[in-house]
């Protein structure tokens, strides 16, 4: 199989299709699982690097991509069971989990549940404990703000994107052909002939509810973790003033920041022998952004 252009193939498991990247390679079995909204192929550019050592898959959650939207399934259980019956599907006895931001939640339960299916765990940014969140999220003074969007319908992917990258600079301070693939798995053409997202409002607040409200199950087996911490101010739209802007750069630095460190803390506390990699001015999607330096850190913990 060639590592650049993988198989693209899906599996029935709990009563639903999920869809998944498969980049072949030989070895102990390395999957990849996404963030909220993601797909398998957000992981195009790093996965490909372990086939040489490792068989390296990655799976679309339900609700995103091009797996199977139903209506119910968003909690850590049943997502967590995806999982598992996705690797029974495959005949994988045992694997490397590596998941991004939401996945950090299906990492901790999956060990947890499966803890003799889990070889390793590799969290990309992916906090599992987030009930302080809401909380912090109410003294962002930009939430209190009502911002007045311009009324946008695509009617291409290509005008899709360009407001992706007007409305989040973050995203396009890193964009390249992988986004455009990406995007492309995300969208869909309603009835009037506009690009919107395939997930609904309401898939979207089933997750959100869950991570927020997630209380980590203990995972009992001494496993070894690789964490990464990515530390960033996101570049905010200027569609906000700069007297805005200048009270959220604040509320990052008093409020944010200190509190996302007492998470790596708590972290630290639950997983004393996991290895914790910050990156300062690391961005969120940071086996992207920061990939090289994300690739060695993998590489080096997977192959010690």
């Not at 049943?78 to 990492?107: C, P, W, Y």
């Not at 989040?168 to 009037?192: C, M, Q, R, T």
């Not at 409200?213 to 996101?234: C, Q, R």
């Amino acid at each position: 199989m060639n590592s650049s252009n993988p198989k693209s193939d899906f599996v029935h498991v709990n009563g639903i299709r999920l869809h998944y990247l498969d980049w072949g390679g030989s070895g102990p079995t390395l999957i990849f699982l996404t963030g909220m909204g993601c797909s398998a192929y957000l992981f195009g550019k790093i996965a490909p690097r372990f086939t040489d050592r490792f068989r390296v898959l990655a799976l679309t959650r339900r609700g995103q991509g091009d797996s199977d939207y139903p209506e119910t399934g968003y909690d850590a259980d049943t997502l967590t069971e995806d999982i598992r019956q996705f690797m029974d599907s495959l005949n994988v006895e045992k694997a490397i989990l590596a998941g991004h931001s939401l996945a950090g939640v299906e990492l901790t339960h999956f060990a947890a549940t499966y803890p003799a299916r889990v070889e390793k765990l590799i969290y990309l940014d992916a906090l599992d404990d987030r009930r302080g969140f809401p909380a912090i999220r109410e003294q962002n003074p930009l939430s209190k703000i009502e911002m007045k969007k311009e009324e946008r319908f695509p009617r291409t992917l290509e005008e899709y994107i360009a407001n992706m990258k007007r409305d989040y600079p973050d995203f396009a301070e890193i964009w390249s052909d992988l986004w455009d693939e990406e995007i492309s798995h995300g969208v869909k053409v309603n009835e009037d002939g506009v690009f919107i997202d395939k997930m609904p409002a309401s898939i979207e607040k089933m997750m959100q509810e869950m991570a927020v409200g997630y209380i980590p199950k203990k995972v009992e087996s001494h496993i070894p973790i690789l964490s990464f911490v990515a530390w960033k101010t996101p570049k905010l739209s200027d569609a906000y003033t700069e007297e805005q802007k200048a009270s959220f750069y604040e509320f990052r630095r008093n409020v944010h920041e200190p509190f996302g460190k007492s998470l790596i803390s708590e972290f630290r506390s639950r997983f004393p022998h996991a290895t914790i990699v910050e990156i300062p001015n690391g961005h969120h999607y940071c086996f992207i952004a920061q990939e090289e330096l994300v690739y060695s850190e993998m590489r080096k913990f997977l192959l010690d």
